[in-house]
């Protein structure tokens, strides 16, 4: 089975409160990404047995995965590669939601996603190689 399969299987595993968060994060990120007409080809993948979004052609920003945030319940966090600016630029941004060290952010079952915010996360970590190479030469 190849890895975009085991990505859709992956959902099932999960209980239905966390599957239906996990699933709105993933329509967010490739809704995000169709849109953005700077963001390459993005691949659905399985990264550390979560699932992973990735840009390929061109590869213009950092991996970006989903799950479960580790705690008790049905929060979900959405993780970036930990050696970039992403967190702290999301800090400064949205001081309001949850953050995980420098590489996630979490979202409590209790409380709606904030679309708004995560879409504009999710173009930033998509953006974030393309964005870089602009802020060097500029």
């Known amino acids: 089975m190849n890895k975009e399969a085991q990505a859709d299987e992956i959902y099932d595993q999960y209980a239905p409160p966390?599957?239906?968060?996990?699933l709105r994060l993933r329509r967010l990120i490739l809704d995000t990404a169709r849109r953005n007409s700077?963001?390459?080809?993005?691949?659905?993948t399985l990264k550390?047995?979560?699932p992973s979004f990735l840009t390929v052609r061109p590869k213009t920003g950092t991996t970006i995965r989903i799950d479960?945030?580790?705690s008790e319940g049905s929060d979900v966090?959405?993780?970036v590669n930990c050696q970039t600016t992403l967190?702290?630029?999301w800090r400064t941004l949205y001081p309001h939601l949850?953050?995980?060290?420098n590489r996630s952010v979490h979202f409590h079952a209790d409380e709606p996603l904030p679309e708004a915010e995560i879409c504009q996360m999710v173009s930033m970590a998509l953006r974030y190689h393309?964005?870089?190479?602009?802020?060097?030469?500029?």
């Open 68 to 70: 479960m945030n580790g």
């Open 48 to 50: 550390w047995g979560q």
């Open 98 to 101: 949850s953050y995980g060290g």
């Open 38 to 44: 700077e963001v390459g080809d993005v691949q659905e």
């Open 87 to 89: 967190v702290s630029d």
């Open 130 to 138: 393309l964005d870089k190479a602009k802020r060097k030469t500029a």
């Open 18 to 22: 966390v599957r239906d968060r996990l």
């Open 77 to 79: 966090a959405l993780f």
